[in-house]
């Protein structure tokens, strides 16, 4: 099984609702990724989990809140989000195996996200 | 400085024929890993094929190719026997030795095929 799941697969939210994105993959990988994805750009780091313990905030703002309650699960807690947060919202994994180059990243198909 | 250069943003095809998609990438650390990925209109990012900077030859997986040039620092994408469903778009992508998870992705390429 290489599947990472994401759910819900479109959310459409106004700017103060509260939402959640949720992630999950079951191939033992210990770190797990969210990428921000704008129209025709490339996935843009937002925040790594390495052993279930944030291991890398690229400077996200505050209204983009991660959790990792277990091995195999990663969310994204949204809160008081702004119109230009709207994108595909990719979520990933990778075993961890230290500083290796060679690690592949499983990515999940992604939670298109639309704020009104 | 860009490190990863994908200097086509849109490329076409003919169904059953092969294709190159372009990539230079710029390092000074000695290990690196560059990844190919495949992103069709649905979202979901596919990996595609690897090549280590230490691997001594190019990397193959089924109709996927990489022509790795490591003095020029170029690892293309060769596609080979295009098929409709290769049209998506293409990302090209380093990771660096040193790089703590960080994976740098190139801007890109558009594949359409054409029957």
């Known amino acids: 099984d290489t599947e990472v799941t994401q759910t819900p697969k479109h959310l459409v939210m106004g700017m103060t609702n509260k939402k959640s994105l949720k992630c999950e993959q079951h191939?033992?990988?210990?770190?797990m990724y969210w990428y921000k994805q704008k129209a025709k750009k490339p996935p843009e780091l937002m925040f790594v989990?390495?052993?279930?313990?944030?291991?890398i905030n690229e400077s996200v703002p505050s209204r983009f809140s991660p959790e990792c309650p277990n091995s195999s699960l990663l969310n994204l807690h949204l809160h008081a989000l702004q119109p230009e947060d709207s994108a595909l919202y990719l979520c990933a994994s990778s075993q961890d195996s230290g500083q290796n180059p060679n690690e592949k990243l499983f990515f999940g198909s992604g939670t298109q996200l639309s704020v009104l | 400085a860009q490190k990863i250069t994908q200097t086509q943003p849109g490329m076409f095809v003919q169904e059953k024929e092969a294709v190159t998609l372009d990539c230079t990438y710029d390092?000074?650390?000695?290990?690196?890993?560059l990844f190919w990925y495949k992103q069709p209109s649905s979202g979901e990012m596919i990996f595609l094929i690897y090549q280590g900077s230490y691997d001594q030859q190019n990397a193959t997986e089924g109709r996927y190719s990489l022509n790795f040039q490591k003095a020029r620092k170029s690892a293309n994408l060769v596609i080979s026997a295009s098929q409709l469903g290769d049209s998506a778009m293409y990302f090209c992508a380093m990771r660096e030795g040193g790089s703590n998870y960080k994976l740098t992705f190139g801007k890109g390429t558009l594949l359409t095929v054409n029957p």
């Open positions: 390092t000074s650390d000695p290990s690196y890993g």
């Open positions: 191939m033992g990988h210990r770190a």
């Open positions: 989990y390495s052993y279930e313990k944030l291991s």
